[in-house]
């Protein structure tokens, strides 16, 4: 969904309003799907690198990141003869998108310092990476580690600490990352970088080695003279040295009167003040490398990956922008749950009730396919019957993977974006879908009331903004979207007092984020951020008051109940619910219902059964499987006669009810002949 891009005023009319009162409920007029233009499709399926799933931000081979994924971080930062400065980042978060400029430069002009330290991203928003991710405890993007050199053990990295992300801040922060190592694991190609004292100036130039000793004066607080001597790790015939300019009868002998100042010793023994235009570090990187016999070394650096050669091609899916498409809301379903809230690796107080509260939101309110449905219906009730405060999340994914292998549940365990395809990989996807999902939730809220009963939620109009916003404060990985979001909801959220005024809350503060994002660089070009929705989707919903655009809002609330309902859904290019994933084996999608029947709803046997695992495939249920299956779970497992049982099921029963027969017909004859002896032993006779 392309929401507000340029600034509009805005001229609002409550819902109710007489001009509402004239719409008629109906679906917007067809809209001609979105095409790409062919060369436009032709380019992307050759472009390679930025087309596929290996280089979206950063393209190994172009920029001087080091691009790293799954297979290679380990091996890569392990006793590394360099450290390493690494993000973790997403390709989905804008501020990521919007900060990848700043990271491209940094490598380039810290290119020199590779010998020693090296600038390097890794993607978790690609599939393969999720889990290496989750091991380096990566909660929010982007994240920003160190990596000393000569690191054996496994480590998570150093976070970065500084007071912003520019680019000079991360650089000098590089520099005392690297200061901070000590002599027996600091990088052989790093120089030494601290300061000599001014005294020792007078024996470097007695001593002769046959090659320019550079040696550049500089207040305390200065990092030129250390830059300087980085970029020139990789040059030979050159040594330089920084010292600091606190004794001034040494800077008065040798002629410095200001600082940074370089004072050059020449390989014949000759030795003077150089004259540059600028004290700054380019000017006197360029100089020193321009001298006659520097020349650069030829070292042995590692290969970078290159990940060309797994470029996914990217297929467009043409869409009806009227249509809220199935594939983008299940699609969204599984990134939260399997990666967005699988970086958390325990849950526990403040963070565990957020996430039952929002599983019990989706749960009651989801409107998609029936499969999906009971998932989170299961994962709910789950959740909601936990008598534990903390639970590691492993448990969760146990459930969401269905590992017990529950017939007629269902979650596609893959990314397929319609509605929300961008132009780009990188562009739109999970953070659209989600904005859908919000939406969807809303709305729901709004035409079922009843769905929330007995959760704690009803007869709170704010309840599912406020489910929102926890969530969002709590786990959505972009910390910088989330502290905006917290911004706007302390601003206005608690004047909503109808399910209506939620509704269009959410859809004014969406199409204000939009607003505020509109020609960032997260941007699509191809779907460019305009007051959503456009006149083409709703003609009704746009007015215009002296001269300005206006917002009919009753017109926008009937626009978003129809949109966002359950009859606007879309199953086309869902996943198929047969041997897709996990979830049992499902001919075709179940017919829907509404939110507020699941309460009554019964789990109904699938037409095949699922396979079982064997044996060894069996989830552990030790300590990492907090809780056992509900009785409902297994009534779900054996559907009817034993269905879904594999044959050493069925076996391990009958002998199992063998053994109880055995069992329970000795303890008959033992207790039948002890009533015997009791018997015998107490008769008296009448006498």
């Not at 979207?481 to 959410?506: P, R, Y």
């Not at 897709?580 to 499902?586: D, F, I, N, R």
Request: glycine share 6%.
């Amino acid at each position: 969904m392309a929401a507000a891009g340029a600034v509009a005023v805005v001229v609002t009319r409550s819902p109710g309003a007489p001009a509402a009162t004239a719409f008629r409920t109906r679906r917007p007029p067809p809209v001609r799907p979105a095409r790409l233009p062919p060369l436009l499709v032709l380019l992307a399926a050759a472009a390679g690198p930025s087309a596929g799933s290996a280089a979206r931000l950063y393209r190994a081979g172009e920029d001087a990141v080091w691009v790293l994924d799954s297979g290679s971080v380990r091996g890569t930062t392990a006793n590394s003869s360099a450290a390493w400065l690494v993000q973790f980042y997403s390709s989905w978060c804008g501020h990521c998108i919007g900060y990848a400029p700043t990271w491209r430069a940094l490598a380039a002009d810290v290119r020199d310092w590779a010998a020693a330290i090296r600038v390097a991203a890794l993607d978790c928003a690609e599939e393969k990476n999720h889990e290496v991710c989750s091991a380096y405890d990566i909660h929010f993007y982007p994240s920003f580690r160190y990596f000393r050199a000569f690191t054996k053990d496994f480590t998570t990295g150093e976070n970065f600490k500084g007071p912003d992300r520019e680019l000079q801040t991360v650089r000098q922060a590089m520099i005392d990352f690297l200061q901070n190592h000590t002599d027996a694991n600091r990088p052989p190609a790093c120089p030494a970088l601290d300061p000599i004292r001014p005294s020792d100036v007078f024996s470097l130039i007695d001593k002769r080695d046959g090659c320019y000793v550079a040696i550049l004066f500089e207040s305390s607080s200065s990092y030129v003279g250390r830059e300087v001597i980085l970029d020139l790790i990789p040059y030979e015939n050159i040594a330089v040295k920084r010292a600091l300019a606190a004794d001034r009868a040494v800077l008065q002998k040798l002629g410095v009167s200001s600082v940074p100042s370089c004072y050059l010793i020449y390989p014949n023994g000759s030795h003077g003040l150089i004259n540059i235009v600028k004290p700054l570090r380019s000017f006197f990187s360029s100089y020193l490398k321009s001298l006659p016999g520097v020349r650069k070394k030829s070292l042995s650096l590692p290969a970078k990956p290159n990940e060309e050669a797994n470029a996914e091609v990217v297929v467009w899916r043409e869409f009806d922008r009227s249509r809220l498409y199935t594939a983008d809301l299940e699609s969204g379903l599984h990134y939260l749950l399997r990666v967005e809230l699988a970086a958390h690796r325990s849950l526990a107080g403040a963070e565990l009730r957020t996430l039952r509260d929002f599983i019990t939101v989706i749960a009651k309110l989801f409107p998609g396919r029936l499969p999906v449905r009971k998932l989170l219906e299961m994962l709910q009730e789950w959740l909601a019957s936990l008598p534990l405060d903390r639970i590691p999340y492993n448990a969760v994914l146990d459930l969401v993977n269905n590992k017990m292998r529950i017939s007629g549940v269902f979650l596609t365990n893959h990314i397929k974006w319609v509605g929300c395809q961008g132009s780009r990989p990188e562009l739109r996807g999970y953070t659209c879908s989600l904005w859908k999902l919000f939406h969807t939730l809303t709305v729901q809220a709004g035409s079922h009331p009843k769905a929330l009963d007995d959760t704690g939620f009803e007869g709170d109009p704010q309840a599912v903004l406020q489910v929102i916003r926890r969530y969002v404060r709590t786990f959505f990985g972009c910390k910088e979207c989330g502290e905006h979001f917290e911004e706007m909801a302390k601003e206005s959220m608690d004047s909503v007092k109808t399910s209506d005024q939620a509704i269009l809350w959410l859809w004014k503060k969406h199409n204000l984020v939009n607003s505020r994002l509109a020609g960032h660089l997260s941007e699509d070009p191809r779907f460019p951020k305009v007051p959503w929705p456009t006149p083409d989707l709703c003609p009704a919903c746009h007015e215009e008051t002296r001269g300005l655009d206006s917002w009919d809002e009753g017109q926008v609330l009937l626009f978003l109940k129809q949109h966002y309902s359950p009859d606007n859904l879309d199953h086309t290019y869902s996943a198929a619910l047969g041997g897709a994933g996990e979830g049992g084996s499902l001919a075709e999608a179940p017919e829907q219902e509404k939110p507020g029947e699941q309460g009554a709803r019964s789990l109904s046997p699938p037409s095949v059964p699922p396979p079982r695992p064997g044996l060894s495939e069996r989830p552990h249920l030790g300590r990492d499987w907090v809780g056992a299956p509900s009785r409902r779970e297994v009534e779900v497992a054996v559907p009817f006669l034993g269905m879904g049982f594999s044959s050493l099921d069925m076996s391990l029963c009958v002998l199992l009810y063998v053994a109880s027969s055995l069992f329970l017909m000795l303890m008959f004859f033992f207790f039948r002949v002890r009533s015997k002896r009791w018997k015998v032993r107490h008769h008296h006779p009448a006498v």
